[in-house]
């Protein structure tokens, strides 16, 4: 994933494509800055996860610019947010989480909501970056609740 966005962030800079060029960089950025503190090169689901993350800020970038009423930047900072979404793998449909959800639960033994965190920490090693976190979460809480 890191090499994907090493070169999408490449062909930005020769494009000469600013959007790109900020969105792939800001996210290169973020990865090596992560990595640096961490001292450790960043796996997949890292790499992910802080992609992710940078696409929420430029969401929010552009929500605060909108109600600054500074028109002329949200387009840009949303396309940003947007292009670095398209990098991230595909949630799970809302549909599969009762029966994975039910399969951890019996896997983990859990009983009570004492135990959400081992739960949450199975599906989580099962599904990876394709779980949604609050979709499990929310129906974690509907079975052991």
């Known amino acids: 994933m890191k090499d994907r966005l090493k070169q999408l962030h490449q062909k930005a800079r020769i494009a000469r494509d600013a959007i790109a060029t900020e969105a792939y960089g800001a996210a290169l950025a973020a990865i090596q800055e992560g990595e640096v503190r961490a001292n450790e090169d ?17 969401a929010e970038s552009a929500a605060a610019f909108e109600k600054a009423g500074r028109a ?6 949303a ?4 292009l670095l979404k398209e990098l991230l793998p595909a949630k799970l449909e809302v549909d599969a989480y009762p029966k994975l959800v039910a399969d951890a639960v019996e896997a983990t033994g859990a009983s009570s909501m004492r135990d959400m965190g081992a739960v949450m920490a199975k599906l989580k090693a099962e599904v990876g970056p394709a779980l949604d976190m609050k979709l499990a979460s929310t129906e974690v809480k509907k079975v052991l609740g």
């Open 42 to 58: 960043f796996n997949e689901a890292k790499v992910i996860s802080v992609i992710e993350k940078e696409a929420g800020k430029f």
């Open 72 to 77: 002329d930047k949200v387009a840009d900072i």
């Open 79 to 82: 396309k940003c947010s947007e």
